[in-house]
């Protein structure tokens, strides 16, 4: 029976069931992931959130929590300007962080 | 002259045929690869620009003013346009002279392929000529001329600070046995040809020194064992040719034609690249130009390393040193041999294997569509100010005030928010991405009914003019957009700004060759001062969206540097023509750091 609504999917993360080999190699390549904050900023300045629903801090909360589905997907929307990486107040170098997370999609497949 | 053997065959040949056989034969296969792996469109531009008899011409005038006369390093150094020019053409003439010889006076040997190279060992002069004596003379001439050349580089590889070269390249192992044979060719060409001077003749040098020799050695003149010396370095100078840095002297004179050809590097290693790699000729200029390698860091992340390791073979080298490159293109610009340093880089970016590729096909424009677009007008301007502007406002302001002033008909294209360019996803190397963001961004722009787009920034401005083929639009960047509008009197500037120093952005300047309207606008504007270093030789700010792996911790260094040459002459505002500079430069600066359109949006009514 549709009632026109549902009972939304719950959102817990069971942090000890994670897989979280993507996040061990990112730190393991961009140590610099670790010093994220999650203020927010990269995705506040970002060119392409508006139009792709990108948001670095997302990703990599994302990454952090095991969801890698919904984090490639806002990756695929990056358009690469570097605007993240200049705002950024931990110096992150974000622009190369993704860069690396896309490089590094599906290489356990392989 | 007469033969003074009925053969025309001495043993001490054999060195140097077997030398002239392996580069010749190594030259000549690798040169039919390159061309063959040029792709089929290339390849009929190159063999059709071979043909076409005006960039033949070119070629031929190229080769000869850079390989042999060394024109642009003269323009550059004088010290060593020198040497280089009198090793080059004055070995080009001691072979050219030495056929010459050949023809006029042993013409049944002519056919022979070492003859004219030992002509003094093979002939005896039998009676004295003035044509002779000619010849001779310019013999030892262009000897001379090229030992002259050989000292100097002597002293070169001693005290390079002399040449004005800060810092070098370290040779290879190999590098080092090909300069030491090529530094002890001709003084033993001098030696054999003066042992032999007394049978075959000789002039101002070879004949005193003959003289001297007799006093000493009597007529025990060891002639056979210097010939023999002579063509045994030959050999191993040309054998160890195509391994060491001296490629570059076969490999520039197919980098011309291709360049010539109007190539671009389509594929990282073959063809047109490889080509560039073969042609660097490790001198290392590019390292004093890099502005990375403020205080002595990075050296080894220079166009010349990328080379040098494209051509080891050495992928985490390459691709660790393609990664920080900050793209500016002042290697470029001091290379003597023209390597396309940003473009090797891009390219080498280009072939890395991502698991994952943005997709911007589903992306929903329409809002942006909407908010710009009219009926086209030729009067219409559209102005786009790109990502970087988004983080220094105050230069889409004052542009915006700009427009007002001048009464232009303009749309401001992102305004509340708008797509990249494409330039920095295509500097990554992610070509499909940015020609994708090329797609969107022309819907934008034909939507918008405008003849003209003006851009504020120096990276949009260059993607624009070179990738996006707007049939019917004029691009624009706004430096030369405001010099128009004040030639055509719709903006007046007062001449009250002050002191200004401006800063070339290398993506206008070297990307996009855009030098003199900036200069033109701040001499109307204030006084203009120029820093030590600018034009093509501008030192980039440190800022740029090319290098993937340097943090902004580690540019500091870079910027100083940059803000120094800008400061010296004490200008009391630095003008620039970039977000990304202004906000850089800003970041350091002891005086005010402003965008061109806010000083002259503050100087004009």
Redesign the interface.
């Known amino acids: 029976m549709d009632f026109g609504f549902s009972i939304s999917p719950s959102s817990t993360i069971n942090l000890d069931k994670v897989d979280f080999t993507l996040y061990d190699r990112l730190c393991e390549i961009e140590p610099d992931a670790k010093k994220c904050m999650a203020c927010g900023s990269c995705s506040a300045t970002c060119t392409a959130g508006p139009w792709t629903g990108m948001s670095v801090r997302k990703v990599i909360l994302g990454i952090q929590r095991g969801k890698e589905s919904e984090a490639a997907k806002m990756l695929k929307g990056c358009m690469l300007c570097g605007k993240c990486t200049m705002v950024c107040p931990r110096g992150i170098n974000t622009r190369h962080l993704i860069l690396s997370l896309c490089r590094i999609y599906g290489e356990g497949e392989k | 002259m007469i033969d003074r053997f009925a053969s025309g065959f001495a043993p001490f040949v054999i060195p140097f045929l077997i030398g002239m056989a392996f580069v010749m034969g190594y030259c000549i296969v690798g040169a039919i690869r390159l061309i063959f792996q040029l792709d089929h469109g290339d390849r009929k531009r190159f063999l059709l620009s071979l043909i076409t008899p005006k960039t033949a011409w070119k070629n031929i005038k190229d080769i000869f003013l850079n390989c042999l006369i060394h024109v642009k390093l003269w323009k550059r150094n004088k010290l060593l346009g020198f040497m280089h020019s009198s090793i080059a053409f004055g070995w080009f003439m001691l072979i050219l002279l030495g056929h010459i010889e050949c023809i006029l006076y042993m013409p049944h040997r002519v056919k022979l392929f070492y003859y004219p190279i030992f002509f003094n060992y093979f002939v005896a002069e039998n009676e004295t000529t003035l044509r002779g004596a000619i010849f001779f003379f310019l013999m030892d001439f262009f000897l001379l001329l090229v030992l002259t050349g050989i000292t100097l580089a002597i002293i070169k590889r001693v005290r390079s600070r002399l040449f004005g070269m800060r810092r070098t390249t370290k040779p290879t192992l190999l590098d080092r046995v090909g300069l030491y044979s090529l530094w002890l060719i001709f003084p033993l060409r001098l030696l054999a040809e003066s042992f032999t001077a007394h049978i075959s003749g000789g002039s101002f040098l070879t004949i005193p020194m003959n003289m001297m020799f007799k006093a000493f050695l009597g007529e025990q003149m060891n002639m056979l064992p210097t010939w023999w010396a002579y063509s045994i370095c030959l050999c191993v100078f040309m054998c160890v040719l195509p391994f060491t840095r001296y490629m570059h002297i076969p490999a520039e004179m197919l980098l011309i034609p291709f360049r010539n050809a109007g190539l671009t590097i389509k594929h990282a290693r073959k063809g047109f690249a490889k080509a560039q790699v073969y042609s660097c000729p490790g001198c290392g200029v590019c390292i004093d130009a890099c502005p990375m390698t403020v205080k002595k860091a990075n050296i080894k992340d220079t166009t010349v390393y990328l080379n040098r390791n494209i051509r080891r073979g050495n992928e985490k080298r390459i691709e660790e040193i393609s ?1 920080k490159c900050l793209l500016c293109g002042k290697c470029t610009a001091v290379c003597q041999v023209g390597v396309d340093g940003p473009q090797m880089r891009i390219a080498q970016r280009s072939v ?9 096909t589903g ?3 329409s809002t942006i569509k909407d908010a710009v677009a009219a009926e086209p007008s030729k009067d219409r301007v559209l102005y786009f100010s790109g ?2 502007t ?2 220094t406002p105050a230069i889409s302001r004052a542009m915006e005030s700009v427009f007002h002033k001048a009464g232009v008909d303009y749309a401001f294209m992102d305004k509340d ?4 360019c ?1 330039r ?2 295509l500097m ?1 190397g ?1 070509f499909d ?1 940015a020609r994708q ?1 090329i797609k969107k961004n022309r819907e934008i722009i034909y939507a918008s009914g405008a003849s003209t787009l003006v851009l504020s920034c120096p990276i949009c401005y260059k993607i624009f003019r070179e990738q996006y083929k707007l049939e019917g639009i004029r691009v624009v960047h706004h430096t030369e957009y405001m010099l128009e509008l004040v030639k055509a009197g719709r903006l007046t500037l007062d001449g009250a700004a002050g002191s200004l120093v401006y800063h070339d952005p290398c993506e206008l300047g070297r990307g996009s060759g855009v030098y003199e309207p900036p200069r033109e606008l701040l001499r109307q504007a204030g006084e203009l001062v120029e820093a030590t270093h600018n034009r093509e030789m501008s030192i980039c700010c440190g ?1 740029s ?1 090319g290098s ?6 580690k540019r500091e260094d870079m910027t100083v540097n940059a803000l120094k040459n800008l400061t010296e002459g004490d200008p009391a505002t630095i003008v620039t023509a970039c977000p990304l500079c202004k ?1 850089t430069f800003a970041m350091y600066a002891d005086r005010p750091v402003e965008d061109i359109a806010e000083t002259v949006n503050r100087h004009s009514k």
């Open positions: 990664d890395r294997n991502y698991g994952l590729a943005p997709d911007y992306m929903d424009i990502c970087m988004a983080l928010g708008g797509l990249c494409g920095p996803i990554a992610r991405q963001l800022g969206l993937l792996t340097l943090g902004f911790d906000s």
